[in-house]
């Protein structure tokens, strides 16, 4: 349907629940795929799940090794990068006044500028090839805030405004960058929800349920292929109606 055969793709945070998705999806439409993660036996177990795929143990927070990850990347496709999906970021979650230096950091440094480094090294060989998309995973709360969570929100607002930065920078050079921004999502994070909370959080999205990493991952295929080539710099979301941006 996406006409993504062969298309070489890296996938940050591939072994959680929406990185399982996106890389399942990308499978299924033919994509050579490097996925990535930090975490030895889910990295196995996705590998032994879907065989066709290349896997790299790979902590995007050691930002002097990304280049040369990108680099790498380029003998383990058999090319340059075609798409990008910068999916991987962390949460440390505190009032603000609770909140520690280092806490706010570390969510900024990983979530933030980790992804700036990845599209950096990336986008120098896109444009070699005259062609890339990069879609940039962020969340409702990027646009919305959450109480305990300013500085998470503050990295995935980051996201948005940087990843339109790129879009005005790189749109002549065939290059699309674009955010899929999920509302809240049926994933293991979301199983240890207490569920009564969950029951109001629910309550509060006019589709009645959460959603399902599959829904944040074809919007990413579609981000993905050809069928979006006049589409950069936006953001779309995946939340069942609980934010109209």
């Given at each position: 349907m996406f006409n993504l055969k062969n298309k070489k793709v890296i996938v940050t945070g591939?072994?959680?629940g929406i990185g399982n998705s996106i890389v399942k999806c990308f499978v299924e439409n033919e994509a050579i795929v490097l996925a990535t993660g930090t975490n030895d036996d889910k990295l196995k177990n996705l590998k032994n799940t879907y065989s066709e795929i290349h896997t790299s143990k790979f902590d995007i927070s050691k930002h002097e090794n990304i280049e040369k990850f990108i680099n790498d990347s380029l003998n383990i496709l058999n090319g340059s990068p075609d798409i990008l999906i910068n999916n991987?970021?962390?949460?440390r979650d505190n009032l603000s006044l609770r909140m520690s230096e280092e806490e706010w950091n570390e969510v900024l440094q990983i979530n933030l500028t980790s992804t700036f480094l990845l599209c950096k090294f990336s986008l120098k060989k896109m444009?070699?090839?005259?062609?890339?998309?990069?879609?940039?995973?962020t969340s409702v709360v990027g646009h919305t805030g959450n109480v305990g969570q300013a500085n998470y929100?503050?990295?995935?607002?980051?996201?948005?405004g940087f990843s339109k930065s790129l879009a005005l920078e790189y749109a002549k050079k065939n290059i699309n960058i674009n955010?899929?921004?999920p509302g809240f999502i049926e994933t293991k994070m979301t199983d240890k929800i207490d569920p009564?909370?969950?029951e109001l959080i629910i309550s509060k999205i006019p589709s009645n349920r959460l959603g399902s990493?599959?829904?944040v991952a074809n919007v990413v295929m579609f981000l993905s292929s050809d069928l979006a080539n006049y589409i950069t710099g936006e953001?779309?979301?995946?939340?069942?109606?609980?934010?109209?941006?």
């Open positions: 591939a072994t959680g991987a970021g962390i949460t444009i070699k090839n005259k062609y890339g998309k990069i879609i940039n995973i929100a503050a990295s995935k607002s980051g996201i948005i955010c899929v921004s009564k909370f969950k990493p599959e829904d953001t779309i979301h995946v939340n069942g109606g609980m934010y109209l941006g």
